[in-house]
């Protein structure tokens, strides 16, 4: 059965920092690229982050961002530990939001984030983030 169980979400004031784990298991973390996505209250789903699979030949992997997350926020993956994390500094009060993090297939940057409801994608129950003073 896959799974992903997101966690790190708080209550944080504006200006600090939080860390989202995403933890997987039941199919082969390697294998898949991973997605952040929120959802603040009242609106949509919006993609905030991707990490590709990582290159077994240069052991790396690429990065891409909303305008949104870029320069605040940085996403990570560990296949040795089946984890994908988000870093998210110089938090502010429109970051408030539900993230969750998706597993699946490539999706182009700015793609629209419906593709990531299809049924080859998985997603994790979601972590509250707030940001308030």
């Known amino acids: 059965e896959v799974q992903l169980v997101e966690s790190g979400g708080g209550l944080v004031q504006p200006g600090g920092s939080l860390r989202l784990s995403c933890a997987a298991s039941g199919f082969t973390f390697s294998t898949y690229w991973m997605y952040w996505v929120r959802q603040a209250p009242g609106k949509g789903h919006e993609w905030v982050a991707t990490a590709t699979t990582t290159s077994l030949s240069r052991n790396v992997y690429s990065t891409y961002y909303a305008g949104s997350a870029e320069g605040r926020f940085t996403i990570s993956r560990d296949d040795a530990k089946s984890t994908a994390y988000l870093q998210m500094n110089s938090l502010k009060p429109e970051d408030t939001a539900v993230y969750y993090c998706?597993?699946?297939?490539?999706?182009?940057?700015?793609?629209?984030?419906?593709?990531?409801?299809?049924?080859?994608?998985?997603w994790g129950q979601g972590t509250q983030v707030t940001v308030s003073s």
């Open positions: 998706v597993s699946g297939p490539p999706l182009p940057p700015g793609a629209a984030v419906a593709g990531l409801r299809r049924s080859s994608y998985y």
